[in-house]
């Protein structure tokens, strides 16, 4: 599977990259997927992530209910 270059569009899904979180699947927006990965590997579980899109802020809820706002996020080659 090609990773993408860039986000997509709201409501597309081919911007996302397969990440392992928790023993399950989860397809990461491309543009924070770093992001979600560091938390992951920091024992920080998570249970949505979106980057934006490029229209409006992302945002990274944790299990514990805390949502980390993500301003400024950018396409990312």
Same mark, same amino acid.
């Given at each position: 599977?090609?990773?993408?270059?860039? /986000?997509?569009?709201?409501?597309?899904?081919?911007?996302? =990259?397969?990440?392992?979180?928790?023993? @399950?699947? /989860? &397809?990461? &927006?491309? /543009?924070?997927?770093?992001? =979600?990965?560091? %938390?992951?590997?920091?024992?920080?579980?998570?249970?949505?992530?979106?980057?934006?899109?490029? @229209?409006?802020?992302?945002?990274?809820?944790?299990?514990?209910?805390?949502? %980390?706002?993500?301003?400024? =996020?950018? &396409?990312?080659?």
């Amino acid at each position: 599977m090609r990773r993408p270059d860039a /986000c997509c569009e709201p409501g597309e899904y081919t911007c996302q =990259v397969p990440m392992a979180i928790s023993g @399950r699947r /989860c &397809d990461i &927006d491309l /543009c924070i997927a770093d992001l =979600v990965a560091a %938390l992951t590997a920091a024992n920080i579980r998570t249970v949505m992530s979106c980057c934006g899109h490029g @229209r409006m802020d992302g945002i990274i809820i944790l299990a514990d209910g805390r949502e %980390l706002v993500i301003r400024g =996020v950018r &396409d990312r080659a």
